[in-house]
C-alpha cells in the first residue's frame, strides 16, 4: 500500500494545484485531476471572496524567503477554505488571527454574534454570553480600551486579537468618563455621581443589591431596567466586587444553669 501523505485532503489538493506536490501518474483521470481542477478553483474563488493580499518581496540575501512566502499563501488558502466550509473553526493563534485578517475577515465588535467572538483565540463562552448581553440592550464599545476593561484582558491577548476588531458606532459616541465606583459598596453619595442615576434609579439599585449583589454590567441593566445610553456610559466607570462584610455581632452568652 502506498504510504499517504501526512496532510489532510484539502491540504494535499491545494499543494498539488499550486504545483507543490508532484501529481500521481496512476490518479484515474476524472477522478484525482478533477479534484486538484476542483480544489485550484475554489483556493481561486477564496482568494476573490477574501480579497487576498501579495506577499512582500523576498529579500535577496535570503534564498528560502520565496519558498516561506509561497508556504504562508499556501497557508491563508487552506484557512480561507476552512473558514468558509467550517462556520465554527476557531483561529488557534495570533498567526491565524494575522492570516485571517490579510484574507479580509473582520469582527464588528458592536454587531458580532457569540460565534463571532468564539472564533477568537483564548475568548470563554462567558465573555462571549456577557457582550451578547450586552449588545441585546443595545450598549457599544467605543474602542479596545472599552473592550480591555470590560472583559479584564490582558495586554497580550487584546493584541492578538487587534487585526480583526472593527469598532464601528451606530450613533453617537459617548463621553470619556472618570473614576471607578463599586456598585456593590459604595455609599449613595458616591453612587450618585454616576452619569443617568437619578432618585429613583438609585433607590432601586440599593434596594437590589441587598437582596443580591450585581454580577457585572448586564445584570445591573437587566435588574435596573436602565437605558442603554446609561449603562454605556458607566463602562470603566464602575466596578463589581463584592460587598466589603457587615459588622459581625457578639455572640449572646448562654444564661448559667442554677
Not at 49 to 59: T, V
Not at 163 to 173: A, D, M, V
Not at 220 to 239: D, F, H, K, M, T
Request: glycine letters at 6%; aromatic letters at 4%.
Amino acid at each position: 500500500m502506498a504510504q499517504r501523505h501526512w496532510l489532510d485532503p484539502l491540504a494535499r489538493q491545494l499543494l498539488i494545484a499550486t504545483g507543490q506536490l508532484p501529481r500521481s501518474e496512476s490518479m484515474a483521470p476524472g477522478s484525482g485531476q478533477d479534484a486538484c481542477e476542483v480544489a485550484s478553483d475554489a483556493a481561486a474563488l477564496v482568494r476573490g471572496w477574501w480579497q487576498s493580499g501579495k506577499p512582500a518581496p523576498a529579500a535577496a540575501d535570503d534564498p528560502l524567503a520565496p519558498e516561506r512566502e509561497q508556504q504562508e499563501e499556501i497557508e491563508r488558502e487552506l484557512l480561507a477554505l476552512q473558514l468558509v466550509q467550517q462556520p465554527g473553526r476557531r483561529l488557534h493563534s495570533a498567526e491565524d488571527v494575522e492570516r485571517a485578517a490579510a484574507l479580509g475577515w473582520r469582527l464588528d465588535v458592536n454587531r458580532a454574534t457569540a460565534a463571532d467572538w468564539l472564533r477568537l483565540p483564548g475568548c470563554s463562552p462567558d465573555q462571549a454570553d456577557l457582550l451578547q448581553r450586552l449588545q441585546a440592550g443595545g450598549v457599544q464599545l467605543s474602542g479596545p480600551e472599552d473592550l480591555q476593561r470590560l472583559l479584564q484582558l490582558d495586554p497580550h491577548q487584546l493584541n492578538s486579537w487587534l487585526p480583526l476588531l472593527e469598532f464601528r458606532w451606530y450613533g453617537s459616541p459617548p463621553a470619556p468618563a472618570p473614576a471607578l465606583v463599586a456598585v456593590n459598596g459604595a455609599p449613595a453619595q458616591q453612587l450618585r455621581r454616576l452619569e443617568g442615576l437619578g432618585e429613583e434609579p438609585l433607590a432601586r439599585l440599593l434596594q437590589e443589591r441587598s437582596r443580591r449583589p450585581f454580577r457585572d454590567l448586564a445584570d445591573l441593566q437587566q435588574r435596573l431596567a436602565l437605558p442603554a445610553a446609561v449603562i454605556e456610559s458607566w463602562i470603566g466607570r464602575v466596578s463589581f466586587e463584592p460587598p466589603p462584610p457587615g459588622p459581625r455581632l457578639p455572640r449572646a452568652s448562654r444564661p448559667s444553669g442554677r
